[in-house]
């Protein structure tokens, strides 16, 4: 009986499948994961292993002094504050008002929403590049419709270089990737039965009631999509960032700053210190540390992520 399920083709099938599944699973895995691996790998190298022919991978010296170099140059828990302070703020303001838009475009008829929402689709379309100097003329020249210059005498406002660009993107659902996170409300809101709205209008529910008790619970799934792919997507946002804030510390712009800074700092040190693998071993070490707080957040919300990923849809 053994011997027959052993030469028995589909059994030979299933097993060669299997090895093709594993193989491809583990190259994908390590195509996407070799970035990472090998910045690891740099970080914790010394410069005597720079030029070793023997050390691909794990070093034959092990330091952090490039941690400490790249954490120094960075000024990196003042630039992580301000980071985390700066996404935090604009995921959830973003959240709301994309919510916001995802419902009206969803269930409430008027006249040219269909063309509103085109307008939406087309900003998941268009590069932020085309419209980058007409907000950028707006934010560094600020008069709200003409209001501003009424209060203070005929003088705008400039608020370039102050966290003012991103709040104001975030509220009126503007911000980065805005147009996506509103498609995904959207979506899942025409998914929701009207019945469940006509009932709470029966019960006395106004649209604003109905949306924040009823539709807004539901849309837990949506939300935390959301959340998370603004949360990202603001970290690692670099075009928006360097644009606003030219000063203040944030991640991107740290990691822009940082080959300046680092020649800067090596400036009169020792000859071997200016060795460009040795500079770009060090930012290296700055990216590793830009991108593992992110890392981290995935490991602890990764189950709800992928859940929430496959209640809205997405994935199809």
Not at 239 to 267: A, C, D, G, H, R
Request: hydrophobic share 50%; glycine share 6%; aromatic share 14%.
């Amino acid at each position: 009986m053994i011997l027959a399920r052993l030469l028995s083709l589909e059994s030979w099938k299933r097993g060669l499948w299997t090895i093709v599944r594993l193989v491809l699973i583990i190259g994908l895995s390590f195509v996407i994961l070799y970035p990472i691996i090998q910045k690891i790998s740099t970080a914790i190298k010394d410069k005597a292993d720079l030029y070793s022919p023997i050390v691909v991978f794990i070093p034959e010296h092990f330091t952090l002094d490039n941690f400490k170099q790249a954490i120094s140059i960075m000024d990196y828990w003042e630039t992580l504050a301000n980071t985390f302070v700066l996404s935090s703020m604009t995921t959830i303001m973003t959240a709301a008002s994309c919510a916001f838009a995802g419902y009206a475009f969803a269930r409430l008829k008027f006249k040219g929403s269909n063309l509103l929402f085109a307008g939406v689709i087309l900003t998941i379309l268009v590069p932020p590049t085309t419209i980058l100097i007409p907000i950028y003329m707006n934010l560094k020249d600020f008069t709200l419709l003409g209001v501003i210059p009424l209060l203070t005498g005929g003088k705008s406002l400039n608020l370039l270089n102050s966290y003012w660009p991103f709040i104001l993107t975030s509220l009126t659902a503007n911000s980065l990737k805005a147009g996506l996170y509103i498609f995904i409300f959207r979506q899942f809101f025409r998914g929701i039965p009207k019945e469940v709205e006509e009932a709470a209008y029966i019960d006395g529910a106004g649209v604003g009631s109905t949306f924040l008790r009823i539709m807004l619970p539901n849309a837990i799934p949506s939300i935390v999509t959301v959340l998370l792919f603004s949360f990202v997507w603001q970290w690692n946002d670099s075009f928006f960032t360097t644009t606003y804030l030219t000063s203040s510390k944030v991640m991107s712009t740290q990691l822009s700053s940082l080959p300046y800074n680092l020649q800067i700092l090596l400036e009169g040190g020792a000859t071997t210190n200016k060795d460009p693998f040795f500079m770009s071993m060090v930012q290296d070490t700055g990216i590793l540390l830009a991108i593992l707080p992110l890392v981290i957040l995935y490991l602890f919300v990764q189950r709800y992520f992928v859940e929430s990923i496959e209640r809205t849809g997405i994935v199809g």
